[in-house]
């Protein structure tokens, strides 16, 4: 699922938040709907849950009203239309989701925000995972859709026919662990703070040859030296923007695996003194740019600042 579409449903729960939404545009991972019954609503909300399901993931909000403002433009949030029962439409939506949507989403939340503390009337929010294998279609009119940029569109046949036996796809995650100045000094009076780079796969599926690189900046490197924390993987360079280290056909992350896969170093020189004072080590801050994928999957760019 796409880490925004779930960081967003988790700020939306706010009441605040959504009144910010007012003139902002949808998107591949927001949708908002107005609530005219279920009768009259339910095709809209098949169908966007469709789309979503079969994108990336995405979060609708029922309780808002959007208009588009060209013909290539994407719709834009005009105001709020308040559900007068928030829980009775969140009851609503729920079962438009298990009797309108083929073969089903599982994992789909539901959420309510009160417009007021003890009002019933509010906004109910849905997040609509990203689904592997088949795909989801509307009963409403029987056609598969896709979510593309802000607009949900019929699937095209070459789409359709691609999901169908569609195995099971990975997940991957890095996490980075500050490990502080390494012990080792390097010759020409250069010293490293050392950083511990983890991958894990949060998804369903094997992750087939995976790659991890960093975008090159702040003095980062791999390890000059052979130690116990080498990369497992062969890593690499070549490419003038980016270090990398791969694994092969033999090299599987399985789902639920955590592995310790390299270290990378920032390299600082001695800070010669402007007085009497002593010499300093000095390491800034850095971002890290880094980006994961495998077989199968899109690359997941991630952003870690170290102080």
Request: aromatic residues 8%; hydrophobic residues 35%; glycine residues 10%.
């Amino acid at each position: 699922m796409s880490e925004r579409a779930e960081l967003l449903f988790k700020k939306l729960r706010n009441r605040k938040a959504i009144h910010a939404l007012a003139n902002q545009s949808e998107d591949g991972d927001f949708d908002c709907k107005e609530w005219h019954g279920p009768d009259n609503t339910k095709a809209s909300i098949a169908k966007a849950v469709c789309g979503f399901a079969n994108a990336t993931g995405g979060v609708i909000v029922v309780g808002m009203s959007a208009k588009g403002t060209g013909a290539n433009s994407p719709d834009v949030v005009t105001g709020e239309k308040h559900v007068s029962d928030a829980e009775a439409v969140k009851s609503s939506v729920l079962d438009i989701i298990l009797k309108q949507v083929d073969p089903g989403v599982k994992g789909v939340q539901v959420h309510t925000v009160r417009d007021k503390p003890k009002s019933k009337s509010g906004f109910v929010l849905i997040l609509v995972p990203e689904l592997d294998g088949p795909p989801q279609r509307s009963k409403a009119d029987w056609k598969f859709y896709v979510r593309i940029a802000s607009g949900t569109v019929p699937m095209e046949y070459f789409q359709i026919e691609d999901r169908f036996g569609r195995r099971p796809h990975a997940r991957l995650l890095i996490e980075l662990k500050d490990e502080g100045i390494g012990g080792k000094a390097m010759s020409g009076g250069i010293l490293e703070r050392r950083i511990a780079v983890f991958l894990s796969n949060r998804g369903r599926g094997l992750a087939l040859f995976p790659c991890v690189r960093f975008k090159r900046g702040g003095g980062i490197s791999f390890p000059g030296y052979m130690d116990s924390q080498q990369p497992i993987w062969p890593h690499s360079y070549a490419d003038n923007e980016w270090i990398s280290t791969r694994g092969g056909s033999n090299d599987v992350v399985y789902p639920g695996e955590t592995l310790r896969i390299a270290t990378i170093v920032q390299e600082r020189a001695l800070v010669p003194s402007t007085g009497t004072g002593p010499h300093t080590w000095e390491f800034p801050a850095i971002t890290i740019i880094a980006e994961a994928v495998c077989d199968g999957t899109v690359a997941h760019c991630q952003s870690f600042t170290i102080g």
